[in-house]
């Protein structure tokens, strides 16, 4: 989740930033302060295992073990994401490698797992269909949507932050992180209790198998939905603010 310092400020070293009301607790200093951006690196790390892990899988049954094992890999990362911003702003240790590293780790694991989860790997040609259909519930075009929101964001973001214009992250913003925290893990719990599901005579699947495939596209518009909601009051606050605002020399 990206870490948001007062308005204003930009701190550059652990144990810099000043407190925030209701949220910041004793300055913390020495190898603890880089605990924060030790958990954004892991990030990183973890979400490199999650795609590596998960680019092995090929529905129905190849590699299936790469299901639960992303699953978790991605919920640890997503823990990471919550705690490194939580512990930097409660901490006072909000430096510039979290400010630019941390929501490039978010975008990074996030919009990775979403790529692959609409990807070939996930898609099935059982019932004799014509055409392959994506078991994850995710389409390409919900991918382009997706990234579109957080491209548009970002462009906002830093043409508010170049004038001094304080752009920190709002409810709808985090609310969206949430639900696509949630929403991969339990895609691929859920593929995987397709694939489990699956009586494997003539492409057919059984009852829980075809519930969980209704399921599973409901997850995906969930995601794009919020995801394209969310970037409503993002936009409409930071076009309203560069009108205010003025180029810095």
Avoid at 4 to 31: D, F, K, Q, R, Y
Avoid at 99 to 127: C, E, N, Q, W, Y
């Amino acid at each position: 989740m990206t870490r948001t310092p007062p308005t204003n400020h930009n701190a550059s070293e652990p144990g810099t930033a000043p407190p925030t009301p209701g949220e910041s607790g004793p300055l913390v200093t020495g190898p603890l302060a880089h605990l924060p951006n030790a958990l954004t690196v892991l990030r990183l790390i973890l979400a490199i295992g999650f795609f590596v892990v998960l680019s092995a899988y090929r529905f129905p049954d190849q590699n299936a073990w790469a299901l639960p094992i992303g699953a978790l890999l991605f919920t640890i990362a997503a823990v990471t994401d919550a705690l490194d911003g939580y512990l930097a702003r409660r901490w006072r240790v909000i430096t510039v490698f979290g400010r630019i590293f941390d929501p490039f780790a978010d975008k990074f694991l996030v919009l990775g797992a979403f790529i692959l989860l609409a990807g070939p790997m996930f898609a099935s040609t059982v019932h004799g269909a014509d055409a392959p259909r994506q078991v994850s519930g995710v389409h390409p075009w919900m991918v382009i949507a997706i990234l579109s929101r957080e491209l548009l964001v970002t462009t906002i973001r830093g043409a508010c932050e170049s004038r001094g214009v304080d752009f920190s992250a709002t409810f709808s913003g985090k609310l969206k992180m949430i639900v696509q925290s949630v929403a991969v893990p339990l895609i691929l719990v859920s593929v995987a209790l397709v694939e489990r599901a699956s009586t494997g005579e003539n492409g057919g699947f059984t009852g829980l198998a075809t519930f969980v495939g209704y399921v599973l596209p409901t997850i995906a518009w969930i995601v794009v939905l919020v995801t394209i909601w969310s970037a409503i009051p993002y936009t409409v606050r930071g076009l309203q603010a560069l009108k205010t605002s003025s180029p810095q020399a």
